[in-house]
């Protein structure tokens, strides 16, 4: 079975080297009756798929996570499903806003999960509040930087920072992935500073992760963290350090929107207000982004200058703009002790509005998004706009 999917999804490989950009991607939404072939399902029907009438909860098929064996951790991290399991809970998510990219989340009463069902506009066919059926078998369990994820194996353009890949193919979402009965949408859980630091501590088995919560008294932190990457074309991942940039640990560089769309982050780069930013991570460093790649011969070789070709004679500025993207923006902010970053994407369409002055003066909010964690921190993403009119994700105290 598992070598059928795979054949199914070849046609989808080109997409899923698109997929591995850490960066989101536009998302098309097409309107709120947009037409749907994907049937609404009862149990009994299942049966054809091999249901069998047994709901595994979501807690303990993310359990299954820590049973991989020996020739499962030489090939990947995750841990690929090969039993008869299904597990079935509510969609607390949509990607109408343009935060959420190519997934979506459900949740039963013992947690929930990221499903990268590797496909735009979803809120057209999963409505927020209905049951989702899931057949597990032959799909991936695996995390990115510890965040709970379900997908397929990782492909052969799958770095190590991925457990899973999305699934592409609507033939293989169309088997494994079933719409049930529409039910109340699910109200966020308010969580205590306590519970997000208990989630913390259990890491990938935390409770909370994937989890529609609302987290009540934030407040501002004045500071950002984003990853840009100046040029456009060379590869992203930590193998390449000369061609990263992180905005953290120096306040929030000037930013004062929810995230940066292309237009936007120009905006900020021909400011200056990145011009102190440097170019590299961890202890590699190249100087900052007013220097040129060229300047670090001896660091980088000649084999990177060759990769940046021409772009090698031009500041990091410049290659920033020349090759400039959207950018998620992390924007802190405190329960208590505890740190919860809020992140945004640069093609939401809400990515531009302005931080309200009364949240940067210090107003406590309360916030409600999908908790995820990241690399051992806090994060949430927002479903709706910070101001949305029927239902803000921010409300200032």
């Given at each position: 079975?598992?070598k ?10 080109l ?16 309107g ?36 991989k064996?020996?020739?499962?951790k ?47 506009s ?19 369990i ?36 079933f ?54 074309i ?8 000369y ?27 021909q ?127």
């Open positions: 079975m598992k059928l999917l795979f054949a199914i999804a070849a046609v989808a490989a997409v899923s080297c698109q997929s591995l950009k850490e960066e989101w991607q536009p998302v098309f939404t097409f709120e009756n947009a037409p749907s072939e994907m049937k609404i399902w009862t149990e009994p029907e299942l049966s054809q798929y091999g249901y069998s009438g047994i709901i595994t909860s979501i807690k303990e098929m993310k359990d299954q996570y820590n049973k064996t020996s020739y499962e030489k090939k990947t991290s995750g841990h690929t499903i090969l039993d008869n399991v299904w597990i079935k809970g509510q969609v607390v998510s949509d990607d109408k806003s343009g935060n959420l990219y190519r997934e979506i989340y459900i949740q039963d009463a013992t947690g929930g999960i990221d499903l990268k069902l590797g496909k735009s979803l809120y057209s066919d999963y409505k927020l509040g209905q049951w989702i059926y899931v057949k597990c078998t032959d799909l991936c695996g995390a990115y930087n510890g965040m709970p994820q379900l997908g397929l194996e990782p492909d052969n353009t799958t770095t190590n920072e991925y457990e899973t890949s999305y699934i592409d193919s609507q033939a293989v979402i169309n088997s494994h992935v719409r049930g009965e529409y039910g109340t949408p699910v109200s966020p859980r308010v969580v205590s500073e306590a519970e997000v630091q208990s989630s913390l501590s259990a890491g990938f088995a935390g409770d909370l992760w994937g989890v529609l919560v609302t987290v009540k008294g934030l407040t501002y932190g004045n500071e950002i963290f984003a990853l840009v990457y100046p040029h456009g060379l590869g992203h991942k930590k193998e390449n350090p061609n990263r940039v992180f905005l953290s640990d120096k306040g929030t560089w000037g930013i004062n929107t929810w995230g940066m769309s292309k237009a936007k982050y120009v905006e900020y780069i400011s200056g207000n990145f011009d102190t930013a440097e170019v590299g991570s961890g202890a590699t460093r190249y100087g900052n982004i007013l220097t040129k790649p060229i300047d670090y011969k001896s660091q980088m070789g000649n084999e990177v200058i060759t990769a940046f070709g021409p772009d090698a004679y031009i500041s990091y500025k410049d290659m920033m703009i020349k090759y400039a993207t959207a950018n998620y923006v992390s924007h802190y902010f405190k329960m208590g002790s505890t740190d919860i970053q809020v992140r945004t994407s640069g093609y939401a369409k809400f990515a531009d509005q302005e931080l309200d002055s009364r949240i940067i003066g210090g107003s406590p909010v309360d916030i409600t998004g999908i908790l995820t964690i990241y690399d051992g921190s806090a994060q949430m993403s927002l479903i709706t706009a910070p101001d949305d009119a029927d239902n803000p994700s921010v409300k200032i105290n």
